[in-house]
């Protein structure tokens, strides 16, 4: 047996799913629907401002560490046109190599060994990680379907003196649940009554459909003690660029900023003075984005049904769950490393972002929709195949 080098942290970790399921999509010419990347490009506009920069040699040597001016006066006026919210471009805001190490830099920096982080179960699955790297306890707490609401009592229930932080995501991976303006109130009323600190991962602000997006920092006492993380991969299509960033207190960006700059130290210097071009975009381009993937939804939702699937649609992000069983399987994993070679199409199971899934997450996997309309409606072709073998084995090919 080979012997891991691997520290005891992140002994169950493992290889990403995500690699694993990219991977099986390119070996087999399968449809990529497991990892969420969208297949075109954003705005020309964008990309052209990008070019520009590096061609006018802005950000090609290391941008100031908390990010370049133009970003973060783009973002500070980002938050106050959408939510009202006023920040400091030079203390209360700060640039990341993407959402991710905006979540890893803040958990480094608030975390003592011990400490106690309570989410929202299932969990995108880089918040297990970041939260055993920087010494902490993840403590799950299960939304469950059909609609994946969070349950308050057991929330409270699962605070105890240990307690540090709450780290919420809404718009939520992978279920798109949107939590709600009496949902956040009850969380804020907790967070207070307990002093919790709260880490809010928002970087689907933008990708809801008919429900409202409510950033938890902007209830009652919630300012002082929220970290709000953003993204530009996802709102406009250029997930590769990884620029991120986090908003919030002086003190408490100033503690992420610490531990930040013993990881990337700086990223994306060309890329950051695009991005602040982008979140200038009038708003027909956020609805536009919105109209679009509800329609590229419905279209995939449909398909899923049709094929045998139980649907779970989702109010936001562009992720959608759907329930196995009805196709006589039992095992989100199987079916997952089964499914290019049944029909040619990739998801992601919905086990990876449990702690201990239990047999109600087994039969759940993941889709996304960020595809073009082409791409979806031929996945749905494949994914029909599905629909006359229910009961045939896992791994026995359905299509030619």
């Given at each position: 047996?080979?012997?891991?080098?691997?520290?005891?942290?992140?002994?169950?970790?493992?290889?990403?799913?995500?690699?694993?399921?990219?991977?099986?999509?390119?070996?087999?010419?399968?449809?990529?629907?497991?990892?969420?990347?969208?297949?075109?490009?954003?705005?020309?506009?964008?990309?052209?401002?990008?070019?520009?920069?590096?061609?006018?040699?802005?950000?090609?040597?290391?941008?100031?560490?908390?990010?370049?001016?133009?970003?973060?006066?783009?973002?500070?006026?980002?938050?106050?046109?959408?939510?009202?919210?006023?920040?400091?471009?030079?203390?209360?805001?700060?640039?990341?190599?993407?959402?991710?190490?905006?979540?890893?830099?803040?958990?480094?920096?608030?975390?003592?060994?011990?400490?106690?982080?309570?989410?929202?179960?299932?969990?995108?699955?880089?918040?297990?990680?970041?939260?055993?790297?920087?010494?902490?306890?993840?403590?799950?707490?299960?939304?469950?379907?059909?609609?994946?609401?969070?349950?308050?009592?057991?929330?409270?229930?699962?605070?105890?003196p240990r307690t540090r932080i709450l780290l919420l995501n809404s718009p939520h991976n992978p279920t798109g649940?949107?939590?709600?303006?009496?949902?956040?109130?009850?969380?804020?009323?907790?967070?207070?009554?307990?002093?919790?600190?709260?880490?809010?991962?928002?970087?689907?602000?933008?990708?809801?459909?008919?429900?409202?997006?409510?950033?938890?920092?902007?209830?009652?006492?919630?300012?002082?003690?929220t970290l709000t993380i953003g993204s530009g991969g996802k709102t406009f299509s250029f997930t590769g660029w990884?620029?991120?960033?986090?908003?919030?207190?002086?003190?408490?960006?100033?503690?992420?900023?610490?531990?930040?700059?013993?990881?990337?130290y700086v990223s994306s210097g060309p890329f950051q003075y695009a991005m602040a071009e982008a979140l200038k975009?009038?708003?027909?381009?956020?609805?536009?984005?919105?109209?679009?993937?509800?329609?590229?939804?419905?279209?995939?939702?449909?398909?899923?049904?049709?094929?045998?699937?139980?649907?779970?649609?989702?109010?936001?992000?562009?992720?959608?769950?759907?329930?196995?069983?009805?196709?006589?399987?039992?095992?989100?994993?199987?079916?997952?490393?089964?499914?290019?070679?049944?029909?040619?199409?990739?998801?992601?199971?919905?086990?990876?972002?449990?702690?201990?899934?239990?047999?109600?997450?087994?039969?759940?996997?993941?889709?996304?929709?960020?595809?073009?309309?082409?791409?979806?409606?031929?996945?749905?072709?494949?994914?029909?195949?599905?629909?006359?073998?229910?009961?045939?084995?896992?791994?026995?090919?359905?299509?030619?």
């Amino acid at each position: 047996m080979p012997i891991s080098h691997v520290n005891s942290r992140l002994a169950q970790a493992g290889t990403s799913i995500f690699a694993e399921m990219s991977t099986l999509a390119a070996e087999t010419g399968s449809i990529n629907l497991g990892q969420g990347f969208p297949d075109t490009d954003g705005p020309a506009e964008i990309a052209r401002a990008a070019a520009d920069a590096i061609l006018d040699g802005r950000g090609n040597q290391y941008p100031p560490g908390p990010g370049v001016p133009e970003l973060r006066e783009s973002i500070t006026h980002h938050q106050k046109r959408f939510y009202g919210i006023d920040l400091d471009p030079d203390s209360e805001v700060l640039v990341t190599a993407g959402a991710t190490e905006a979540i890893a830099a803040s958990l480094l920096a608030l975390l003592e060994p011990g400490d106690e982080v309570i989410a929202f179960e299932p969990t995108y699955d880089s918040y297990a990680a970041c939260i055993a790297m920087a010494g902490g306890t993840h403590v799950p707490v299960t939304l469950h379907p059909p609609a994946f609401r969070p349950d308050l009592e057991a929330l409270r229930a699962a605070v105890t003196p240990r307690t540090r932080i709450l780290l919420l995501n809404s718009p939520h991976n992978p279920t798109g649940m949107v939590l709600t303006r009496e949902e956040l109130a009850s969380i804020a009323e907790l967070a207070a009554e307990r002093d919790l600190l709260v880490i809010s991962d928002e970087v689907y602000e933008h990708l809801v459909f008919g429900v409202e997006h409510v950033p938890v920092s902007t209830l009652p006492g919630m300012r002082e003690r929220t970290l709000t993380i953003g993204s530009g991969g996802k709102t406009f299509s250029f997930t590769g660029w990884k620029v991120g960033w986090v908003t919030g207190p002086a003190a408490l960006v100033s503690a992420v900023r610490t531990a930040k700059q013993f990881l990337t130290y700086v990223s994306s210097g060309p890329f950051q003075y695009a991005m602040a071009e982008a979140l200038k975009l009038p708003d027909s381009y956020f609805g536009d984005l919105q109209q679009d993937l509800l329609l590229k939804r419905d279209l995939l939702a449909d398909g899923l049904r049709a094929a045998g699937f139980v649907v779970y649609p989702p109010d936001g992000t562009y992720f959608i769950t759907a329930g196995i069983r009805g196709l006589g399987d039992e095992d989100g994993l199987d079916f997952c490393r089964a499914l290019p070679g049944r029909c040619g199409v990739a998801a992601i199971p919905n086990q990876v972002f449990y702690r201990d899934p239990g047999a109600q997450a087994l039969g759940l996997v993941r889709f996304t929709f960020c595809k073009k309309t082409g791409v979806l409606t031929e996945a749905v072709e494949r994914l029909g195949s599905l629909a006359g073998a229910v009961g045939a084995p896992a791994g026995a090919r359905t299509t030619a």
